[in-house]
Structures are given as structure tokens and as C-alpha cells.
């Protein structure tokens, strides 16, 4: 009778639990002129794209005609919309096509439905990366006038602003370290620019984060900067460089080609076999505990759908239809530190504990 009763509960919460896990990956604001019909599609159109890069994790995705041309049709996978107007700083103001001095904007905040996004980038063979994603430890040096300084997680300045504002376009959870008393113990700005980084791999370990982004970013004459990235992920690197007059172009660069390699490396593609799997998970000792877990399988990328077998005591028996196979999604399960693998004892199933 209690787990009829659970059952029964549970059926009542799922969809609220699939409902948050995509709600921000899916919503984008723009700024637009005014609340008439053709700025209101031009801006869905915009939010439509910032989208389909945020959940396919390709930040050239738009540079496929047929997926640009899509972007006609916007409205069509509109869920809601709303307006907002926001103050603009006064250091940002200025004056308007009439000459006014512009002290607030419009903002149009667009959610679009999940469902018709994911067929419509399968359509096109793109992936869809789910909301379970590496978060990515951000060491970032930067010199200027004969110093150099990390940027720590209470830096209010440009790049930390930059570097928040392109991972939310992305859509990739991103930290920056304290800087606190143990940190700088560990890792020094000699280390950072001489490209040595077995001690910030090793400062990087309390933040038990999934992959670390180094950057160093210094001037080469009075208007031409330089930025030099690594990202270390699973004992795996990827470096690049780049160099311009735009500082925060330089800044992002390291937020999005960390997006597209990660996305690469994690995301699951429309053409990969679908199927099913078996999953047991112990630790599940409450409706809380099960609620946080059908979030943590619904964020998944690949997991297309999440039905339970049986319950018994703390433990739930789930079959997963699942695209890219087993070893995609034992990959993708490491990455949440949400489930804990333990000893396989049926080759049917994967066996986890839900961690507290």
C-alpha cells in the first residue's frame, strides 16, 4: 500500500521535475526596439538562435543555412514570452535615433518547447546536450601595466563579468577559484605563465570540478592583446590562442571553444543507436531523494525517457531508452557526481548509489 501511494505521488510530480531541469536551457532574453508584431518576431528569432546554440552546444551551428532559415519559423516553438524593461547603467547611456538620452531598454524573455527544439536539431543531425553538464574551474591571469593578477570569485571587474555573462549563453556552469590563503599557498602566476600546471590541476582538486580552463591574457602593444588557453578535462587537453583589439572577444573565446569542445566530447548525436537500459539505484530513501534523482536522469543527454520498475525499501529499479549506448551514458552519469557506481551484480542493469 506505501509504495502504491508513492506511485501515485510520483506520477503527480514528474513533469514538474522535466518542467525545471530545461527551463533555463531553453528561455533566452533579447533586447528589442518596441512591442510591435515584426520586432516581436525578429527578437524570437534571435532568442530562437541563442538557443539552439545553448542545447546543441555547436556555436556555429547557425552557419548552416537550414538551421538559419529555421529561424523564420521561430514562433512556432514559442512556449511563452513576456516583456521587461530594464534601467541602463549611466556610464552605458546614450543618446537615441531622436536624440534622447536612452535610460531604459526592452527586453523580450522567450521559453521555447523543449520537445519541438530537440526533434527539430535531430532533424539536422545535431546533438542535444542535456542539463547535466562539466562544470569548469576557471583560472584566469591577466597582465596589465607591468602587473599580473588572478581573477578570484570575488573579482567584480570585466572578465569575470564577461566570463559570467558567455557561460550563461552557453549554458555551461563555470566557477572561478577563491584565491583564498590555500590557494596561493599552491599556485603561483609564474606557474600560470610559464605553462606548468601540475600544481593548479592539483589546487583544483577542493573544487571538485569536471574540467579547468587556464587562461592568460596580456597586452602585446597598445591596442593588440593576446589570450592563451588550456582546457584540461579527464587527462585530456586542448589548447588554443588568439589575438585581437577586443578584450572581451578574447575573454569569451576561452568560455565558448571550451563549450564546443566539451559538447563534442559529452553530447549525443541523432544518428547514434537508440535503445534501453537497466538502472538500479540504492540511497533512494524518501519522495525527496527519488524526486532529486528523476531530475538528475531527466537532465541527461541521451536519456529519452525514464520509466520505474519496481521499488524496494531504498532501492529503485528503472529502465532508461537512452541514444549513444552504455558507455555514453555511464559517462555522462560521472559527470553529475549525483550517482555513485558500485559493483555490477546483474550484467543486465547499472548499478549506482544516490549520493546524500
Not at 50 to 58: E, F, I, M, N, Q
Not at 254 to 275: C, H, I, M, T
Request: hydrophobic share 40%; proline share 3%; net charge neutral.
Amino acid at each position: 500500500m506505501r509504495y502504491a501511494y508513492l506511485f501515485a505521488l510520483l506520477v503527480l510530480l514528474t513533469p514538474m521535475a522535466a518542467s525545471a531541469v530545461t527551463e533555463r536551457l531553453y528561455q533566452a532574453e533579447v533586447e528589442v526596439p518596441d512591442q510591435r508584431a515584426q520586432a516581436r518576431a525578429d527578437g524570437m528569432a534571435e532568442a530562437m538562435g541563442r538557443v539552439l546554440v545553448k542545447v546543441s552546444g555547436a556555436g556555429r551551428i547557425l552557419e548552416d543555412l537550414n538551421m538559419h532559415a529555421s529561424l523564420q519559423g521561430a514562433s512556432r516553438y514559442v512556449q511563452r514570452f513576456q516583456y521587461r524593461t530594464d534601467p541602463i547603467p549611466l556610464a552605458q547611456q546614450r543618446p537615441n535615433l531622436e536624440g534622447r538620452l536612452q535610460t531604459s531598454r526592452l527586453m523580450l524573455d522567450v521559453s521555447f518547447e523543449p520537445r519541438g527544439i530537440d526533434q527539430l536539431l535531430r532533424q539536422h543531425g545535431y546533438a542535444v546536450w542535456g542539463q547535466v553538464r562539466p562544470e569548469v574551474l576557471v583560472w584566469m591571469g591577466v597582465e596589465q601595466e607591468g602587473s599580473r593578477l588572478l581573477v578570484g570569485a570575488d573579482d567584480a571587474g570585466l572578465v569575470r563579468q564577461v566570463l559570467d555573462r558567455s557561460a550563461r549563453q552557453r549554458a555551461l556552469p563555470i566557477r572561478l577559484p577563491l584565491l583564498d590563503l590555500e590557494d596561493r599557498r599552491q599556485v603561483q602566476l609564474a606557474d600560470l605563465w610559464g605553462g606548468f600546471y601540475d600544481e593548479i590541476q592539483q589546487a583544483s582538486q577542493r573544487y571538485q570540478t569536471q574540467a579547468t580552463l587556464i587562461g592568460r591574457l596580456q597586452p602585446l602593444s597598445a591596442q593588440q592583446w593576446e589570450v592563451q588557453w588550456t582546457l584540461l578535462q579527464g587527462g585530456e587537453s586542448r589548447r588554443w590562442q588568439m589575438r585581437s583589439e577586443d578584450v572581451s572577444a578574447l575573454i569569451a573565446y576561452g568560455v565558448e571553444e571550451s563549450a564546443d569542445w566539451l559538447a563534442n566530447r559529452f553530447a549525443k548525436f541523432a544518428q547514434d543507436s537508440e535503445g534501453e537500459l537497466g538502472l538500479k539505484v540504492t540511497g533512494v530513501a524518501d519522495l525527496y531523494a527519488y524526486r532529486r534523482l528523476l531530475d538528475h536522469l531527466s537532465g541527461i543527454s541521451g536519456v529519452q525517457a525514464v520509466r520505474v520498475e519496481t521499488l524496494d525499501g531504498d532501492s529503485v529499479q528503472l529502465r532508461l531508452r537512452v541514444d549513444g549506448g552504455r558507455d555514453a551514458l555511464m559517462r555522462t552519469i560521472a559527470l553529475g557526481q549525483r550517482l555513485e557506481r558500485i559493483e555490477q551484480l546483474d550484467p543486465n542493469y547499472l548499478y549506482y548509489r544516490l549520493r546524500p
